[in-house]
């Protein structure tokens, strides 16, 4: 339902609804007429329209732009005003059907009276109008946002999979120079780790299994170029398996300890992979390897290259506060890389 619809639906059936109670209340008092039917519809008809006035005001006026106290300060001065008007069109209603009792309704405590009340009617509906334009305009920026969040995302996915299938590429290219009968079997791979590249490209998150598979696969793969100077472990939980995690994350941490780790070493090194369950529910994946930062994380000369800046982006976007990244030197030997993705992201089976 669009919103001019809906404003009309609630200004009628409200406004009847006003009417028809008061006439409820005047029949327990003195019964209902024919004329008394008439001067309450004709009253809440004319609030009906003096309040579409209000919101014309507000619109063409653009009363929203202003400052919170203008716009209370002009709330305040135009909902006297109609109040006022309102006294004036009850006592030309009253005259028309022939209800006026001049003695007692022109009374000024009467009429004080009379316009408090329609003050407090009045202040009854800007207060709801105001509510929704704020809740509506609150639901519209966090949509915004969302889709703000979202564009960014595309755009370090796009990053990462040109520097996924460059160093990937890499790999297979100095397979086939040092150890050509191998090769084909890289290839194969090389060709699982692009499909999987390619269709979770689009993705938000996806199951743990999927990522921890093509991990493996790459670290395959680079295991038959490095031969004995690569080493790798993994010891992973089998809760981890029911949780999601963003696609080519956990694998951007594995690619960036062989690229900045292993392959600066003469001897090689060890890359080991934890994942665990923390006493709070959420899925640590920790990445130990072997090489050393030359700073802290993010800096120029950190060691840690593109893809980290990009993984800490995705999950600052994905799970705000929740998640956290910590990169540093475990000792003399090793680095160790920890993520912590939060128990909301578990799949419910």
């Given amino acids: 339902m669009d919103r001019s619809r809906l404003y009309w639906i609630l200004q009628i059936l409200g406004w009847s609804c006003f009417a028809v109670i008061n006439l409820f209340f005047v029949s327990l008092i003195r019964g209902i007429t024919s004329v008394q039917i008439g001067a309450y519809l004709s009253l809440g008809a004319f609030y009906l329209v003096s309040t579409h006035y209000f919101r014309h005001i507000i619109i063409t006026k653009k009363w929203f732009d202003f400052s919170f106290s203008k716009l209370m300060s002009n709330a305040l001065v135009f909902l006297l005003a109609l109040s006022f008007a309102n006294v004036i069109a009850t006592i030309l209603i009253n005259w028309i059907f022939g209800i006026l009792r001049v003695h007692e309704d022109l009374k000024p405590i009467v009429l004080l009276v009379n316009m408090f009340i329609s003050f407090l009617y009045y202040m009854l509906w800007t207060m709801m109008y105001f509510l929704y334009h704020f809740l509506e305009n609150y639901n519209t920026t966090l949509k915004y946002q969302a889709k703000i969040n979202e564009i960014k995302l595309n755009q370090l996915r796009s990053q990462l999979n040109p520097h996924f299938i460059f160093n990937a590429l890499n790999s297979v290219r100095a397979l086939v120079d040092e150890n050509p009968p191998k090769s084909k079997e890289a290839i ?84 080991e992979i934890k994942c665990s369950i923390g006493l709070a529910g959420d899925l640590y994946l920790l990445v130990k390897n072997s090489g050393q930062l030359k700073g802290g994380v993010g800096r120029k000369n950190d060691g840690s290259g593109h893809g980290i800046s990009n993984t800490m982006q995705r999950l600052r976007l994905i799970y705000g506060s929740k998640a956290s990244f910590k990169m540093k030197n475990l000792d003399a030997e090793f680095v160790l890389t920890e993520i912590k993705i939060p128990k909301q992201s578990i799949k419910l089976d």
Avoid: C, W
Avoid at 206 to 217: A, C
Avoid at 222 to 246: G, Q, S
């Fill in 188 to 271: 194969t791979q090389l060709s699982n780790i692009l499909r999987y590249s390619l269709i979770m490209d689009k993705k938000r998150i996806i199951d743990f299994g999927d990522e921890i598979k093509i991990v493996r696969d790459y670290l395959d793969l680079e295991t038959i170029r490095f031969e004995e100077r690569l080493k790798v472990n993994f010891d992973i939980e089998e809760e981890a398996y029911h949780y999601k995690i963003p696609p080519m994350m956990l694998q951007t941490i594995v690619e960036n300890a062989i690229k900045h780790g292993i392959s600066n070493r003469m001897k090689g090194g060890l890359i």
